[in-house]
């Protein structure tokens, strides 16, 4: 009888454990999941380490931040009673579909910013690795919530491409390449070391986002080309090969060096070794600018639908400069400095930094600088400090800053410093981009 209470005792007190067991699963399995602003800076970080990767031009590294983060912004926004969608401010996006109840727009948010970010890279190992990780930490949190919420970002996602594949971007990859020609005394050339073809000669055909048109904020012409020596244009030739030569006399630890390399950000670096050509991976300018808005974010705390909106204005801005800024490059087809120096003054004389692959006029630095620095006082206000860590990575030290608009005077006159722009693409092209980044700022009024 005692055995028969003892067995029946053991019994009960199994279930009992089991029932325990099962209850604590459940409670773990239904606990609502939780996404920190941190997370989506990650995957931001990820895509600017693929595009690293992957070589991506300025141009089109600027459309690959730009579709995600369109479609983080729609998520969240729709439910939010401080910010406004993007539908009907920008080019041709349509209303969304909205959220069920049971979706978690955080995890929607980043789901959809993965899933468009994935169809505009080339290898999507680093991106698919971390979103795995992610996915399946969500998954064993919270199941249900994760599925619901998967299932509305990924018909969220394909309407945001259905709507990014109609920009004429596959169409332009189809077109004829920039042709060079020798008619010209004042045409681009290719420049060493790989004389590379000019990249994008067809962006300006891209859609813009809130541009009217790619010529909206055509800048003022730059000086008549001519080789004479009292002409305007002439003399700001003289004035890179001087500046450069200056400059080499106070050596490698200048401060205009340290300038100058900060914002290179050229992605297509080449460097000669016997008979390889070997290429230096870099960020782009965008990607510099993106950078800089996830270190303001930060600074200020902001919260996730803060950050989002932050980074999705900001990639706007850099979208629509590129296409300002190109739009103008192959209108006037303006030599660079380096070609006209060889050619008349010293053929031994190289520029501080490699000489990006396509025509002068505008400085694509100074456009995108600009867009951003307009856009990001309009954000945080004007006389912003902040430490620029961005080339860490790449082993340039960080440099601080009194404010964005300071920041963007930098990266401008940068290009002088370093051999590859004429004083006129600078100054020029700073007013180019904060006329792009006033722009928008006065059309996408998506904070009550």
């Known amino acids: ?34 996404v920190p602003v941190d997370t989506y800076f990650n995957a931001v970080d990820k895509i600017t380490e693929t595009m690293i990767h992957d070589i991506f031009s300025p141009p089109v590294a600027s459309r690959i931040y730009m579709y995600p983060n369109v479609a983080a912004y729609e998520i969240l926004a729709q439910n939010n009673s401080k910010y406004n969608s993007l539908s009907g401010k920008i080019q041709s996006l349509q209303p969304l579909p909205k959220a069920p109840k ?8 980043l789901v ?8 505009l890279i080339f290898k999507d190992e680093i991106v698919t690795t971390f979103a795995d990780s992610l996915y399946t930490s969500w998954q064993n949190t919270n199941k249900k919530e994760f599925t619901a919420s998967k299932t509305y970002a990924i018909k969220v996602a394909n309407r945001i491409k259905d709507w990014m594949h109609k920009d004429n971007y596959k169409e332009t990859r189809s077109f004829k390449g920039y042709t060079v020609t020798t008619d010209n005394p004042g045409r681009w050339q290719p420049t060493p070391p790989a004389y590379m073809d000019g990249i ?6 891209i859609r ?24 305007n244009f002439y ?35 080449s ?22 808005t996830k270190i303001a974010c930060k600074q200020q705390k902001l919260d996730f639908m803060a950050a989002v909106h932050a980074n999705t204005i900001t990639s706007i801005g850099i979208f629509d400069a590129f296409i300002s800024c190109w739009d103008e490059k192959y209108r006037s087809n303006l030599i660079r400095p380096e070609t006209l120096i060889n050619n008349t003054i010293d053929k031994e004389w190289t ?19 600009g867009a951003s620095a307009t856009i990001l006082t309009h954000l945080f206000g004007d006389n912003f400090s902040f430490t620029d860590d961005t080339e860490l990575p790449f082993g340039l030290p960080s440099r601080k800053f009194t404010s964005f608009n300071a920041a963007a005077n930098e990266a401008a006159i940068s290009r002088l410093y370093g051999g590859i722009h004429y004083r006129a693409a600078i100054d020029n092209g700073v007013v180019q981009g904060k006329n792009v980044g006033t722009h928008i700022i006065n059309k996408l009024t998506l904070v009550n």
């Open 1 to 34: 009888m005692y055995q028969f209470k003892n067995s029946l005792y053991s019994k009960f007190a199994i279930i009992a454990l089991f029932s325990l067991v099962l209850l604590v699963s459940c409670t773990k399995q239904n606990k609502p999941l939780q």
């Open 102 to 109: 049971n979706v978690n727009l955080k995890v929607a948010a």
């Open 112 to 119: 959809a910013y993965i899933d468009v970010s994935k169809e």
């Open 200 to 205: 994008e000669p067809h962006w300006n055909k």
């Open 208 to 231: 813009p986002m809130v541009l009217d048109s790619a010529a909206q904020f055509k800048p003022k012409k730059h000086p008549e080309f001519s080789m004479e020596p009292t002409s």
């Open 235 to 269: 003399k700001e030739l003289q004035e890179v090969y001087t500046v450069t030569n200056e400059i080499r006399k106070n050596g490698d630890t200048s401060e205009e060096v340290e300038i100058a390399k900060f914002w290179d950000c050229n992605p297509y670096v």
């Open 271 to 292: 460097t000669s070794k016997g008979h390889l050509m070997i290429a230096t991976k870099k960020i782009t300018p965008g990607a510099h600018w993106i950078g800089i």
């Open 351 to 369: 520029p501080l930094l490699q000489t990006p692959p396509f025509p002068e006029y505008t400085s694509g630095h100074s456009v995108v600088s």
